[in-house]
């Protein structure tokens, strides 16, 4: 299983930004799928997660700014971020799969303000 992330890049604070990630391989459904992010000299943390019936997860710190769905297409996920923040920054990774667990090569997302 290969995990593609894009559609990171550059915004001012108040922005917003969609980040996608599609999973391509065998496994006919991979779940869950999610997106952590990394920002510069601290741990990778979570940012929001999704199964396969809908029930999401979110950190508090996005709560109510970013939507984790999933696409029409098998094993995609979006993450929409709306009124983005200069502590937003950071590079974000896609994670699949539970136990067995599949990570993006990272998209970089900065938020300046």
């Known amino acids: 299983v290969q995990l593609q992330a894009s559609g990171g890049g550059l915004v001012q604070a108040g922005g917003s930004l969609r980040v996608s990630c599609a999973a391509s391989?065998?496994?006919?459904?991979?779940?869950?799928m999610g997106w952590y992010r990394q920002a510069p000299g601290k741990q990778r943390e979570l940012v929001a997660i999704i199964n396969s019936g809908g029930s999401t997860t979110y950190a508090d710190s996005v709560k109510g700014r970013f939507t984790i769905s999933r696409g029409n297409a098998r094993n995609t996920v979006y993450l929409q971020m709306n009124s983005l923040k200069p502590e937003d920054t950071a590079v974000y990774y896609c994670?699949?799969?539970?136990?067995?667990?599949?990570w993006g090569q990272g998209t970089q997302v900065t938020v300046s303000s």
């Open positions: 994670k699949a799969g539970w136990p067995v667990v599949y």
């Open positions: 391989g065998s496994i006919p459904v991979i779940n869950p």
